[in-house]
């Protein structure tokens, strides 16, 4: 199926596909009225042929004529069928065909779902984000996924639309209704005291409604927890505890960094001649692992092409299989779309970015894994995970995933940082910067824990990076990887 929302990319396509749309619709219309308009002359010359031949009453008589008209119904029963059956017009409809996953319930269901996690991670109320038709969609959805706080806060924000806007088409009150009392069974709310909404009297609706809803937000998370009276902390509650929501509040509110002795900027020439008169602008962020960021060191051109390189090959981002083996599509812990690189694009004007690579952070690329692009889409996020992989696992060829080097491709915000929740650290990388950290430790190779760190999730706007993972082998380090054996 089409995920749409997926990228930037893709929502981009998916309006390029609907103005396609809109173009197939002018041009199915445009040849409707020609069509129309060629039955009605058709149909008038017929008429004129008839009125002709009636005048000679003595047509029937003359067989030759009788003849005449036979032929002549025939020909006008195909010319007309011909009109009716609309062939022309059918033809231009089949560019819509085509593009039948454009009208699948699933695009909205899964930009349903991001949403809502956005809400869920963000702790953002319905009556921020709500349109009215909307509103009712977002509550269908959440009733048909088991998710009765969703039904709630969304039917109701609905049902508020409903009031203070009229009723548009699209607000049912019987139809809110149900949902209301269906799922406040399922959160607990003892809806049982009050009276049975029915009847087709939307004034009575309004004096219930209003009971009901107030109500309902004084008695709703009775079951959940005792003092708790607001659907917000509802919101606050699912985002857990421990580091999603140490990563929740980096995302949401950033941090304020002090300088401590470790937070210095230079320029740095690494000892390279050549660096002298264009020295890397180097920040750093943390010791422990170290983190750093590079700024400038991705140029517009360069950003350009990448971007180019990337746009038609998409893929949508999947996550490492629990066993290591496969890779599967889980939204819930990354959603975005992905391209690797590949040596079949040969792009030269990478080899400059490896030798730039090596320069900054001292290590090989030799042994690193292709290019990642990546592009965020709709709630596009990345939780919070470690790049090295568990060493039974994946590090056969090269050993393991030594350092990240991430390249912004875009300015980003707040819900866009790369967030370290076990640090308490957000990396304030601008579009041209690289971020680069150590996921293992540099004495033994063993998983640095507090490396681990995920992209928050996108409120807006248009994230892309760029990753390149290098690897542990033919870097200089005090342990040998493949026997396990330290050096130094
Ligand atoms: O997008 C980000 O900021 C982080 C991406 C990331 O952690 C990864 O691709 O492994
Ligand atoms: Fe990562």
Same mark, same amino acid.
């Given at each position: 199926?089409?995920?749409?929302?997926?990228?930037?990319?893709?929502?981009?396509?998916?309006?390029?596909?609907?103005?396609?749309?809109?173009?197939?619709?002018?041009?199915?219309? =445009?040849?409707?009225?020609?069509?129309?308009?060629?039955?009605k002359?058709?149909?008038? /010359?017929?008429?004129?042929?008839?009125?002709?031949?009636?005048?000679?009453?003595?047509?029937? %008589?003359?067989? &030759?004529?009788?003849?005449?008209?036979?032929?002549?119904?025939?020909?006008?029963?195909?010319?007309?069928?011909?009109?009716?059956?609309?062939?022309?017009s059918?033809?231009?409809?089949?560019?819509?065909?085509?593009?039948?996953?454009?009208?699948?319930?699933?695009?909205?269901?899964l930009?349903?779902?991001?949403?809502?996690?956005?809400?869920?991670?963000? /702790?953002?109320?319905?009556?921020?984000?709500?349109?009215?038709?909307?509103?009712?969609? &977002?509550?269908?959805?959440?009733?048909?996924?088991?998710?009765?706080?969703?039904?709630?806060?969304w /039917?109701?924000?609905?049902?508020?639309?409903?009031?203070?806007?009229?009723?548009?088409?699209?607000?049912?009150?019987?139809?809110?209704?149900y949902? $209301?009392?269906?799922?406040?069974?399922?959160?607990?709310?003892?809806? *049982? @005291?009050?009276?049975?909404?029915?009847?087709?009297? #939307?004034?009575?609706?309004?004096?219930?409604?209003?009971?009901?809803?107030?109500?309902?937000?004084?008695?709703?998370?009775?079951?959940?927890?005792?003092?708790?009276?607001?659907?917000?902390?509802?919101?606050?509650?699912?985002?857990?505890?421990? #580091?999603?929501?140490?990563?929740?509040n980096?995302?949401?509110?950033?941090?304020?960094?002090? !300088?401590?002795?470790?937070?210095?900027?230079?320029?740095?020439?690494?000892?390279?001649?050549?660096?002298?008169? *264009?020295?890397?602008?180097?920040?750093?962020?943390?010791?422990?692992?170290? $983190?750093?960021?590079? %700024?400038?060191?991705?140029?517009?051109?360069?950003?350009?092409?990448?971007?180019?390189?990337?746009?038609? =090959?998409?893929?949508?981002?999947?996550?490492?299989?629990?066993?290591?083996?496969?890779d599967?599509?889980?939204?819930?812990?990354?959603?975005?779309?992905?391209?690797?690189?590949?040596?079949?694009?040969?792009?030269?004007?990478?080899?400059? !970015?490896?030798?730039? $690579?090596?320069?900054?952070?001292?290590?090989?690329?030799?042994?690193?894994?292709?290019?990642?692009?990546?592009?965020?889409?709709?709630?596009?996020? #990345? !939780?919070?995970? %470690?790049?090295?992989? /568990?060493?039974a696992?994946?590090c056969?060829?090269?050993? @393991?995933?030594?350092v990240?080097?991430?390249?912004?491709?875009?300015?980003?915000? +707040?819900?866009?940082?790369?967030?370290?929740?076990?640090? =308490?650290?957000?990396?304030?990388?601008?579009?041209?910067?690289?971020?680069?950290?150590? @996921?293992?430790?540099?004495? +033994?190779?063993?998983?640095?824990?507090?490396?681990?760190?995920?992209?928050?999730?996108?409120?807006?706007?248009?994230?892309? $990076?760029?990753?390149?993972?290098?690897?542990?082998?033919?870097?200089h380090?005090?342990?040998?990887?493949? +026997?396990?054996?330290?050096?130094?």
């Open positions: 199926i089409q995920r749409w929302h997926t990228s930037q990319i893709m929502l981009t396509k998916l309006y390029d596909v609907q103005n396609d749309h809109f173009n197939v619709l002018d041009n199915y219309a =445009n040849l409707e009225t020609k069509r129309l308009e060629e039955l002359n058709y149909v008038a /010359a017929v008429y004129e042929w008839r009125d002709n031949i009636k005048t000679k009453k003595q047509f029937l %008589h003359d067989h &030759m004529d009788v003849f005449k008209v036979m032929t002549q119904m025939l020909q006008h029963y195909f010319q007309i069928d011909d009109l009716i059956k609309n062939k022309k059918l033809e231009a409809f089949k560019d819509i065909d085509e593009h039948k996953d454009l009208s699948g319930e699933h695009i909205v269901l930009a349903h779902r991001a949403l809502r996690r956005l809400q869920l991670f963000y /702790a953002i109320p319905a009556s921020d984000m709500s349109a009215a038709c909307e509103c009712c969609v &977002m509550a269908k959805y959440c009733l048909e996924g088991n998710d009765p706080y969703g039904v709630l806060d /039917a109701v924000e609905a049902y508020g639309k409903w009031e203070s806007e009229g009723r548009p088409e699209c607000v049912d009150p019987d139809i809110l209704n949902y $209301i009392v269906s799922s406040s069974v399922y959160t607990g709310f003892n809806f *049982m @005291n009050l009276i049975i909404l029915s009847g087709p009297n #939307y004034q009575e609706y309004t004096e219930k409604f209003e009971r009901y809803y107030r109500l309902m937000k004084n008695e709703l998370f009775e079951l959940e927890k005792e003092s708790t009276t607001d659907i917000m902390e509802v919101y606050e509650y699912s985002i857990g505890h421990g #580091y999603m929501k140490d990563f929740r980096l995302c949401k509110h950033g941090v304020s960094r002090t !300088l401590t002795k470790y937070s210095k900027c230079r320029y740095q020439t690494n000892n390279l001649f050549y660096r002298i008169l *264009m020295p890397f602008k180097e920040e750093d962020i943390n010791s422990e692992p170290l $983190i750093k960021i590079y %700024h400038d060191v991705l140029y517009d051109d360069e950003i350009l092409k990448i971007k180019t390189l990337a746009l038609e =090959n998409m893929k949508d981002a999947t996550v490492k299989s629990v066993d290591g083996k496969g599967s599509l889980i939204e819930k812990t990354r959603s975005g779309q992905v391209y690797w690189i590949s040596k079949v694009d040969a792009v030269e004007y990478l080899d400059a !970015l490896d030798t730039r $690579i090596e320069s900054f952070t001292g290590f090989s690329t030799k042994t690193a894994e292709q290019y990642q692009i990546v592009n965020y889409g709709l709630g596009g996020h #990345y !939780l919070p995970h %470690h790049d090295s992989f /568990a060493k696992i994946n056969l060829q090269f050993g @393991n995933r030594l990240t080097v991430l390249f912004y491709l875009t300015d980003v915000q +707040n819900d866009g940082y790369t967030s370290f929740p076990l640090l =308490n650290i957000i990396a304030p990388a601008e579009k041209g910067a690289a971020l680069v950290w150590n @996921n293992l430790h540099m004495s +033994n190779g063993q998983k640095f824990y507090e490396s681990l760190h995920g992209s928050c999730p996108l409120l807006k706007g248009n994230k892309w $990076i760029m990753t390149r993972w290098l690897y542990e082998e033919g870097q380090l005090p342990y040998d990887w493949k +026997n396990n054996v330290q050096i130094i």
